[in-house]
Structure formats: C-alpha cells, structure tokens
C-alpha cells in the first residue's frame, strides 16, 4: 500500500514537472555562448567572467613550434619542472617494500597480487603479470598500465573480477596488460585510486559507479589532486619495477588507457627513463573543451565538461594535453585514438625538432580515416557546442572507444624487437 | 501517446530499482567510520587514506588558548598572512570608479543601486541603502552585509525580486539590510558570485536553485577558489565605501548570514579597519564535520559535507571557522546562532588575551538557550556520524535559521551610541 502512495506521488511530481517545463520557453541555443547586451561589453554572469578570465590565462608553457632545438629542450626541462611542483609528490620514508601477497599461474604467464606501502596508513594492490621465461638473466621489456575511468586492474589484467563473479574482464580494455604479457613483456597494472580495490562502499553497497569526485575533493582540500595521489602512488611502483633484476630499465613502456593516459603524461614529463608511450585515447584539449562546450543543457544547466577528479589547480595555466605530449618527445608515441590534425601537427613538429620526426604515431578512428570525413584544416573548435560536436571535431567515435591492439601491439613489438 | 510511453517506462526504471535495491543488505551503520580487517592497520581505500591524511594535517596555525598576549599578536600577524596567501586578491588597475545606475525612493532612506568593475569584461552590481538623514557634514556607521546560498541581495534589502515578481524577500534573512538602514545606518549589500544578478542562466531557465559550484570549478581551475573571487570583489567595495564622505570609516561592521560569513571570516582577518562583526550562523568547525560526517547515505554513497564553492585548496591545513573568529578579537563579534560551548570557550579565551574580554557574544538558538539541553562539555564530534547528528551536538536548530533581529540589533546599537 505504501509503496503504491509513493509511486502515485512520484508520478505526480513528474507530471507536474512536465507541465512546468512546458510553461517556460528556454532555448539553450540562445545561450550557446556566453553574452552580454551591454554597450560597454562588461558580463555580469560570474560565470561568463570565469570564462574570460581562463580566456585571458594563455597557458604559459605551450609548446610553439617555431622552437629550435636548443629552445626545445630548454622549454621541457620547465615542462618538467612545472609538473613537479604541481604533482606534488611528497617523500614519505620508514616503509615497509612492496611485498608479493598472492601467484597464480596462468598459460604461458603467472600473475603476482604485491602491494605497496605508499603512507603510513595505506596499502594499494597492483599487479604484476610475468612471462614463464622470465629470469634475471635476460631482462625483459616491461609495460605498466593504467586503466579507464571505472575499470580495475583485474579487468586490464583479464582476471576474474573481485566485485562481479562471472565478469572476466572489462571488454572495453580488451584485456591490455594480458595482451601484452601473452607478447612476453613483464606487464605491471594498478587501479586508479577509488576505483577497484581502492574503493570505498561502491562494491559493498552494490553501486553502480565508482565516486571519484569525493576522493578528488579530499586531496584537493589537502592542497593536493586526485592526479597528483595517483602519479605518485604509480610513480612509487614504477619506481619499484625500474630495480627488478627481470626488468630491462631502459625498455620500460607506460601504457595508459582512456583516464589512465593522465598518469601517462604527468609521470612521463617527470621521469625521462620511460622508453616509450602508449597514449589510448583521442588526444584531447581540456582547456580547449572548457573555453568551447558552454552550450547549456535542455534545462538550462551549463555544468562543467567533467568532474573535480580532473581538476589540478592551475594545471591548465601551464599547458594543455597536446604539449604535454610534445614534451615526450624524442621517446616514441602512438595515439591509436585520434584526434584534431592541428594536434597531431603540432605534436609532429616537436618530434621534428628532437630529432625524432617518425617517432609520433597518430592514428585516427576508422570512420575518420578518410581525410575527406574529416576537418583537417580546423584551427579551433567554436564556441557554443555540446558534447556530441566537441567529439565530431575532434573525430571521435565515442562507441568504438577501446584499447587498440591492431595498431598498438605491432607498433610495440617493432620497438622492442632486439 | 508518447508522452504516456515515457511515463509508463519511467515507472518500470522505477519499480525495477526498488526490487534491485531489496536484495541488497548495504547497512550504513557498519560503514559510519572508515575501517580496516588488516593487522597492520593499514586501508585499501583511497577515500579511507584521504581521511587519515588530513587526520595527519592539523592545522599549523590554530588558536591556542595559552597564547600570551606578544604572542597573540604575532599569532593574528600569521593568520592575516596564511589568509592574504590563500585569497589571492588580484590587482587590477585601469579600471572605472563604482558608478551609480539608480535610485528609489524608500520611507525613510534611499535604495542606490551602484556597479563596480572588478575586472576588464566584468561588472558586479551592489545596493546601498542611505538613511535620510546621511550627509558628509556628520558621517554614519555603516554595515556591509552579504547573503546566505540561494540569497540574493534585493532580499536582504527587502526590495521585489528582480527574478521572481512579488515575492519581496527572502523570509530567512528577514530583509537584514533592510533592518539595519531603518536604525539610521548606511548599508551595503552585495550578491554573492553566481546568484542574483551575477547568476547565469539559472533565472532565463527557471532553474530552482543556483549552481555554484560550476563557478567555483571555473575559478579552482585558475588556481583561485570562489571565496577567494569573492572576497576580491567584496573587498573592492568595502575599500570604495570606507573612502564615502557619508560614511564613518572607523564605525563599519561586517554582517554576514550564513554562506556570507565565509567572506566575512576573509576580509575579517585580512581588513582590521572594520570595526566590528555580526556572524549570523551557527559557529562550525568544517574541518570536524569533514572527519566526522563519515556515515554512508543509505544507498551507500559517501559524498562530501559541502560543495565545491566552499573549497579553498589547503585552507584547512592552515585554521578552522574558529580558529579565524578567534583571530578577529579584540574587535567585538556576536554569533547569534550558537554553535558549540567548546569553540565558544575557545574564542572567549582570545578575546581575554586580547584585553577585551567582552567582546564576544555567542547566543544559543533558543531550544538549546537552557544548558541541560546541550553537551556542554562534549570536546569532539564523533567518528561516523550524519549531518542531523552534526546539527544536534552544534546545537543548531535548522528550521529557526534566520537572522537574528533581536540579539544582533540591540547589539549593535549599543556599539554604534555615541
């Protein structure tokens, strides 16, 4: 009887919304951009003025491919400097080393379960997939992976799920870590903090979705950012692989998937013994997307393009993704994922003057291979759109969003051959 | 027909999650504060990490009742410093003086509304309200005032909505402005960032409430914070009226309701010309309420105590609400709230150190006014509790939350009599 009432009521306010909704003509094109009618051009929206603001905030270290080699290699050691003092990694001594907890031996490989003692309150698990010819003898190459937004390491390491018996893997990831251990690379992979095992009461409760945003919050009230946590928490066990007398150190591969190409680029303009980079995802401008998707939703909310688990006070004062990438150069890069040919130009440039011009691979999205779907010439998205024409023009095809082993794995194999 | 469709399918989501939800035992309870089976002590989950890490980060410059009187003031000196370090006010020059843009006529005084250009595309409208009787020849006192979340600055002034034709103000401020112009004060009101007349389209949609944490997002982004952008502009006000011959620059006080004590405690510690405080609000310790309020909502989400308008990268590391109460004495403050008789103690014993020992005066909201109905000596919130917990051992009662005519007039016109 009572939950009939409250579906009866629940009814009632949707239908009252629906009649509301009706009464009032919002359109969310006539506020696609931010506008002003006053004579003088001034905006009295808070938020129009933070758009102004982070409009008038160039970010200060962007590469500019007029740069002569010289000029190049001065502006990645600021690259560099910039991220340190912005990841905020802290030194924290008196712990315990990481420890090997759990093998199971799979066809071909084992995978070790090891944790490591990042505080001294903490402990994360990652895994560590090793082929069965490994030894101290002939080191091998070694991968390290960093899932997607909502994925675990089990999933990449294609293990049975901790939380959804049955589920083998995430099919979006395809199994990376696996991928690449089966091409007998040591393949180390870890969960992004709050997701996984690092999570909270998501698997107890049964939810359907990871909160990152809180725990991004709690960092960033410690004057730190979910970015800075998780590149150091990896950092730490990359740290940890570089000493393994199996592991070839100067064949280390950072592989990171969708949100794990963030650690990628933090960590990989920080530590110059990575040997190469694995960048799956389209290659992105956050500051880009912020300045252009201002377009409302059908209610009126202009919320922002994505959560505070993102969010790195200042970090975009600096730079946007494409430079960061740049940065990397010379080491290798592939970007399976597309994105803007303004960007892959602009990255291209960067491996030209290191001296490595091969040394960038970008690949598009199969809809988008052919230059005729695609905007080449486009200099910057307009302002005003949505998310689905943010995409278009950055030619991604969002349902096709996964790990891209018909491109990567070769590429791969072909650097690391001996 | 369509329209029944979508009702008829919103209803089965509806049902289906009701049965989905039955099967889960999720108890919040056993989930109130961050635990761990491990015999090391050590925790799995990131969100259980942050809380120990800012467990491990007590604030480096907190009141300390055994403070002498030397060391007070250097005390006072740092927090001045951390604060200034922490607003970021920008300094903006080239920009037009404040103008005025219209007057009415009201029983008694005038209502001038006036614009300020905090920045080189920004304009920020504010009220002042002048006694009849104002004039430069005999200055008067003046009071700043800034609104609660959701207010906006005609409600305070008890001038008709600029949004919502008829609805006069908002019943919880009880018109404050308004009150205080009618006891002969020149008063200024302001909006706060993202609401009023600084919203953006929440008012052209119809949208019931204001969102600002999308502003703050934009302004964390900057390396800035909402309270930082809106103390700025606050304060460029509060600088343009010290400087009004009307006004007497030695007798102006602060009045902040509710979220409007957030810029009071700001420009507070960093201004010591203001001559005085009203904090309408309960007197809260966030920092408490961040490591306390750790118990899941019952579908298992653990989410954060406030939003991200409230966030100021590493304020917390610094001091707590009264920590910087404190940090305001020997200039008198009531809190006509309440709050806890802890922190109550704690910043009488400023205002001892400081030489004026009366200076403070805390009120209890009247259902707690009898101490046998409070904890007096409760000296922590505990571990794992709900906000309807936090609420009851502050001793606020949420429904009376208002303005708090009859403490704080009398109160200040005792300070004001010549």
Redesign the interface.
């Given at each position: 009887m009572e939950?009939r009432h409250i579906?009866i009521g629940?009814?009632a306010v949707?239908?009252a919304n629906?009649l509301?909704a009706q009464?009032?003509t919002?359109n969310p094109e006539?506020?696609a951009t931010y506008k002003t009618s006053?004579a003088?051009?001034?905006?009295?929206?808070?938020?129009?003025?933070?758009?102004?603001?982070?409009k008038a905030?160039e970010p200060m270290l962007q590469f500019r491919p007029e740069m002569a080699r010289e000029e190049f290699a001065t502006w990645k050691s600021h690259v560099k400097q910039a991220m340190t003092l912005l990841m905020k990694h802290p030194i924290v001594k008196g712990q315990p080393a990481p420890k090997r907890v759990h093998v199971t031996q799979r066809e071909g490989y084992r995978v070790e379960k090891w944790e490591v003692?990042?505080?001294?309150?903490?402990?994360?698990?990652f895994l560590m997939l090793v082929p069965d010819n490994a030894s101290g003898k002939k080191p091998l190459p070694a991968i390290f992976c960093t899932p997607g937004w909502g994925q675990t390491k089990e999933g990449l390491a294609g293990e049975p799920s901790l939380n959804k018996p049955g589920e083998e893997y995430n099919p979006q990831s395809m199994g990376m870590a696996r991928q690449y251990v089966r091409e007998g690379y040591i393949t180390v992979v870890v969960d992004n903090?709050?997701s996984g095992?690092?999570?909270?009461?998501?698997w107890?409760?049964?939810?359907g979705s990871y909160?990152f945003a809180?725990?991004g919050?709690?960092?960033?009230?410690?004057?730190w950012s979910y970015l800075g946590?998780s590149s150091y928490v990896s950092k730490l066990i990359l740290d940890w692989v570089k000493r393994l007398p199996e592991v070839r150190r100067d064949r280390i591969i950072f592989s990171g998937f969708s949100f794990g190409t963030e650690p990628l680029m933090a960590i990989g303009v920080m530590d110059d013994e990575i040997y190469a980079f694995v960048y799956n995802d389209y290659l992105c401008r956050t500051r880009e997307r912020?300045l252009t998707m201002t377009k409302?939703q059908a209610?009126?909310?202009?919320?922002?393009p994505n959560d505070?688990a993102h969010?790195i006070?200042?970090?975009?004062?600096y730079f946007d993704f494409p430079d960061l990438v740049a940065a990397l150069a010379p080491r290798p890069v592939i970007c399976p994922e597309g994105g803007m040919d303004r960007d892959f130009r602009l990255v291209r440039k960067a491996f030209e003057v290191s001296g490595n011009p091969d040394g960038f691979l970008p690949i598009h999205y199969k809809m988008y291979q052919d230059a005729s779907t695609r905007q080449v010439d486009l200099e910057h998205q307009p302002e005003g759109i949505d998310v689905e024409t943010h995409f278009r023009l950055a030619n991604v095809d969002p349902p096709h969003h996964g790990f891209k082993a018909e491109y990567v794995l070769p590429w791969v194999k072909e650097l690391l051959k001996e």
């Open positions: 939950k579906l629940i009814l949707l239908v629906t509301y009464q009032k919002f006539d506020y006053r003088d051009g001034r905006y009295a929206s808070s938020r129009a003025i933070g758009n102004q603001l982070m905030a003692y990042p505080f001294e309150k903490a402990v994360v698990s903090p709050g095992e690092c999570c909270d009461t998501e107890a409760a049964g939810l909160d809180t725990f919050r709690a960092m960033l009230e410690l004057n946590y912020i409302p209610d009126g909310h202009r919320s922002y505070i969010l006070p200042g970090f975009l004062m």
